[in-house]
């Protein structure tokens, strides 16, 4: 049984034929459907999806889902108004095709004025009530990938462009990825609360950390490139967030560097995951990695060739 845009439905296990079809080149992961909350996402969704470089298979593997705004309301746990349609990205742990939880993005988020007068989107992303700070796996990731430590890791903003990097990883890769993507929903996000501990008064307080899921990758030696926005060069909040990242990773041993001048491009997408560039784009993370190996912590990526 599954929770179908509010109502109950009974579904059958698929044919033979329809999972079948999911095995790729992008490993032996076949979704036979432990994310049916929803329905089918729209041509138009995924025509959104393939200006971020997700193309229908990349869309389905993932577990994306269509839910009207009852749906998205109940599974964030909002009682408020507002609009709560959008597509559901779910969370996995390694190997496992089994949603962990949940993260909604909002057709319709709210609108509020910035400081300097222009009109901004608020709560775009909303994540279930008390839920910690989640790591986002592509999906059916191996803990034998997260446990290469000569596999470079490259940690991004969003679930989208994560799986954009997933599949620029695998783009022309004979039997491998040439880099893993993971990915955080926010700069500050691989932080969290992790645990209780007492007060000096008796009282029960929050203890705020790196989150636990970092403790699946084997960082010691491992070449890392944190690929936040372009924000990271604009905004000094970003800046310091990404600096506090590498510190920590350094801390475990990872080699770590950064790919910079990311610009925005169609959708609030970056140029290193549009459709065009999925040969330069692994070219310039290739060139990333690379200095993360010898110390050299910046690389500029430049604008569009």
């Known amino acids: 049984m599954s929770f179908l ?3 109950i439905h009974r579904h059958q296990p698929q044919a033979e034929r329809e999972t079948a079809a999911l095995a ?3 490993g032996s ?3 036979f459907g432990s994310s049916r909350v929803g329905s089918d996402l729209t041509s138009a969704d995924h025509d959104a999806l393939e200006l971020r470089w997700i193309d229908p298979e990349m869309a389905l ?3 994306l889902r269509r839910v009207d705004s009852l749906t998205g309301s109940e599974i964030v746990g909002s009682r408020g108004g507002g609009d709560y349609s959008g597509i559901l990205i779910p969370y996995f742990h390694p190997d496992s095709d089994q949603v962990r939880d949940y993260r909604l993005r909002r057709d319709r988020p709210d609108l509020e004025y910035d400081a300097a007068g222009s009109l901004k989107a608020k709560r775009k992303y909303l994540s279930p009530p008390g839920r910690s700070n989640m790591l986002y796996l592509p999906p059916r990731v191996s803990q034998s990938l997260l446990g290469d430590p ?3 890791v490259v940690i991004t903003e969003g679930e989208f462009k994560t799986l954009a990097l997933w599949r620029a990883a695998h783009h022309r890769a004979l039997s491998r990825p040439r880099f893993l993507p993971l990915g955080v929903s926010g700069v500050y996000n691989w932080r969290g609360t992790i645990g209780k ?3 000096s008064d008796g009282s029960r307080m929050d203890v705020k950390g790196a989150i636990h899921d970092l403790d699946w990758i084997v960082w010691a030696g491992r070449p890392v490139v944190i690929a936040y926005d372009a924000d990271a060069v604009t905004k000094e909040l970003v800046r310091v967030a990404r600096s506090a990242l590498a510190a920590h990773l ?3 041993g990872a080699l770590v560097g950064f790919l910079e001048g990311i610009s925005k491009g169609a959708r609030g997408s970056t140029t290193i995951l549009q459709p065009w560039v999925p040969t330069w784009c692994s070219t310039r993370l290739h060139m990333s990695i690379s200095r993360a190996r ?3 912590r910046t690389y500029c990526a430049p604008s569009r060739p």
């Open 5 to 7: 845009n509010g109502s």
């Open 150 to 152: 000569k596999l470079p």
């Open 61 to 63: 593997r993932a577990g």
């Open 24 to 26: 790729g080149p992008l």
């Open 250 to 252: 350094r801390g475990r």
């Open 197 to 199: 501990a007492n007060a």
């Open 29 to 31: 992961f076949e979704y």
């Open 294 to 296: 010898y110390g050299r």
